[in-house]
């Protein structure tokens, strides 16, 4: 049963970042990209040509029909446009996958999160959708040619829905067709991530630096993590973002490990900075060909260039502009084991639509104390610690800042 109150504990900063980063991660990314075509002509066609070749890509508009929630205006005066792109674990359990997480017919959706990018890229909002959110499940089309009935289900069953026709594409447009019946938003683009290809990526970063709060075991997630600040491998991070029961994991919720799982996602994108792939072209190659390995996606952000340029587009893009959050929600009235978005997750929808920061930003700490001048006895007196509720740009949400701790 999920935990009786509307949003799921959330990691806590011990200690902020000192300097924004985001707008150098986006860069480094981008660069990375640039600097693997620069290898040489030969080269750079080979490389260019096999990272490409390694996305798998549908068009899904197709399936969704014409009632759809308005798009973004693209005559907006603003610089770019808005883009909402639907973020999607999948649990697929063939091939690899059946390795990680034992075999299993059809696909089910693990984590889906809504990032809506600003038309100005200075603003990315992240919201998670609990997968065991109850919400009103649309008629889906399948490239198979047949149609799924309209039902009042669990979330996570649209991805499976979708699936019947065993291609993740449809999945996802299952998905895709399903918020944006209960949200009213256009979803713009989809990314589809399976288990074999993070487990890739994080070892292809040398595992993910993190603190971990307290020591964590699950039998069933194949968890066994240690308190303290540890660097977890492919398999251990998976399992670090998936465990729902044993020890020191939660309450057993889906809802209480979207926190864990939004912390691994910035531990992740420092990883990505801190490494320096620019100057190690195996690493680069090695990296990248996990990640474009990795994903179904949709056109747009299927193409090598599509992506380069986004990632320049949100380089200046700061970290406290990063914000986290799961959609407000409460037990749900006809079934307590399942839960539903509450009146609370309108407005913040309706912001996303608007394109309007989903939280109001927080007054700027105070100035630390100013350093005692030369021939002082006393020294100053250090600024007071900001409480943690006004550390966070709202009740319900976090930024990045918040969820780039380390131990200590």
């Known amino acids: 049963m999920p935990p009786p109150h509307a949003t799921s504990a959330r990691p806590r900063s011990t200690r902020h970042a000192r300097r924004p980063q985001s707008h150098r991660i986006a860069r480094g990314i981008a660069l990375g990209v640039t600097a693997l075509l620069a290898f040489g002509v030969t080269g750079a066609a080979t490389a260019y040509s096999r990272l490409q070749g390694n996305i798998k890509s549908a068009d899904v508009n197709s399936l969704l029909g014409s009632n759809r929630p308005k798009a973004p205006d693209p005559s907006d005066p603003s610089a770019g446009k808005p883009i909402n792109i639907l973020l999607m674990g999948s649990d697929v359990r063939s091939g690899a996958n059946a390795k990680i997480g034992g075999k299993a ?240 997750a309108d407005a913040i929808w309706g912001n996303i639509a608007a394109d309007k920061p989903i939280v109001k930003p927080t007054a700027a700490a105070p100035p630390p104390a100013k350093t005692p001048t030369a021939g002082a006895t006393t020294p100053a007196k250090p600024a007071a610690p900001v409480p943690t509720e006004t550390k966070k740009p709202g009740k319900d949400a976090i930024t990045a800042n918040d969820v780039t701790a380390v131990c200590g």
Do not use: W
């Not at 979330?155 to 998905?175: L, R, Y």
């Not at 990314?191 to 595992?207: E, Q, R, S």
């Not at 195996?282 to 260039?305: D, G, K, V, Y």
């Open 105 to 344: 017919d059809g696909m089910r959706s693990d984590t889906t999160i809504v990032l809506h990018l600003s038309a100005d890229r200075s603003r990315a909002d992240l919201v998670s959708i609990p997968r065991d959110t109850l919400v009103d499940i649309p008629a889906c089309k399948r490239s198979n040619g047949t149609t799924s009935n309209a039902e009042k289900g669990q979330f996570n069953a649209a991805f499976s829905i979708g699936s019947e026709s065993g291609q993740v594409s449809d999945a996802a447009a299952c998905a895709i067709k399903t918020v944006e019946t209960n949200t009213n938003l256009f979803i713009s683009e989809y990314v589809v991530i399976d288990f074999a290809g993070f487990t890739k990526m994080v070892d292809a970063l040398g595992g993910i630096p993190i603190c971990v709060p307290n020591d964590m075991t699950s039998p069933k997630a194949g968890l066994n993590v240690k308190a303290g600040q540890q660097t977890l491998g492919g398999s251990t991070a998976l399992a670090f973002a998936r465990a729902r029961t044993g020890t020191g994991v939660g309450d057993g919720s889906d809802t209480n490990r979207l926190g864990r799982q939004q912390q691994l996602l910035a531990a992740m994108v420092r990883q990505v900075q801190s490494k320096n792939l620019l100057t190690d072209a195996p690493a680069l190659l090695q990296f990248l060909n996990a990640a474009t390995s990795s994903i179904t996606a949709s056109p747009n952000l299927a193409s090598i260039r599509n992506m380069t340029g986004l990632a320049f587009g949100m380089r200046g893009t700061r970290s406290e502009n990063i914000t986290f959050m799961t959609i407000p929600f409460a037990p749900a009235v006809s079934d307590p084991n399942r839960v539903e978005m509450t009146g609370a």
